[in-house]
């Protein structure tokens, strides 16, 4: 009996420590699932550009703002990269992905394997970030800064947070703009708009502060 009780305890702590380990492992990658990936095939979306044609003022309002040209690539960029690269932990002609703003800005190669530093202009420092190590760009980042992101194939219509990742793929309301209406988060979705801005500006690393004083219809009249 002693001994079938020991048999016991220790199939116990064994099923607690697996359960823990299964609870730990859903939570790393349920990290990179965060976020607005694909509703829909990549042929379904049009791009940000296509919208411009009828709606103009929302598209350069939209054009206007930082999370339009957030990531970009190094070919688009002319001119120097922005940066101390005289003592640059980072190759530059490694560079093939450019993210961030004038506060701080990171990399990514053309196997869009994340550089581990990045750029802080204030300080005027390349700063170390151990967890990007060896890690990929389109799953790591992209669901939040691509539109379309398909992450089984890890192709996306295009970089940054363009018309489409809030109201969805586009295609046929292009098409056929009366009979196929878009989502309108806050308006026509059944949810309030901040359900949408928050699958991306949650409180993970601070991304809510930028949604704080928030409030009011998604696009000021919501159309």
């Not at 932990?89 to 993210?99: A, C, G, L, Y």
């Amino acid at each position: 009996m002693i001994v079938k009780a020991r048999n016991n305890t220790a199939f116990a702590a064994t099923t607690v420590l697996l359960l823990l380990f299964i609870n730990t492992s859903n939570a790393a990658t349920q990290s990179h699932y965060e976020g607005i990936i694909a509703e829909s095939s990549i042929e379904d979306y049009v791009g940000s550009k296509a919208c411009a044609e009828c709606h103009q003022d929302k598209y350069e309002d939209w054009s206007g703002k930082h999370m339009s040209d957030f990531v970009r690539y190094r070919r688009d960029i002319s001119g120097q990269l922005q940066g101390n690269w005289s003592n640059s932990p980072i190759d530059k002609d490694e560079v093939f992905i450019i993210m961030g703003d004038k506060k701080k800005v990171a990399f990514a190669d053309k196997n869009w394997r994340l550089f581990p530093y990045q750029y802080h202009f204030k300080k005027r420092e390349w700063q170390k970030r151990k967890k990007w190590a060896n890690q990929d760009y389109r799953l790591r980042c992209a669901p939040c800064h691509t539109v379309g992101l398909n992450l089984s194939t890890k192709q996306f219509v295009e970089f940054n947070v363009g018309c489409e990742s809030c109201h969805g793929p586009g295609r046929k309301h292009a098409e056929a703009r009366e009979q196929n209406k878009m989502k309108v988060p806050g308006v026509t979705d059944g949810q309030k708009v901040l359900f949408t801005c928050r699958k991306c500006h949650n409180d993970k690393r601070n991304h809510a502060r930028a949604i704080k004083k928030f409030s009011g219809i998604f696009h000021g009249k919501g159309k």
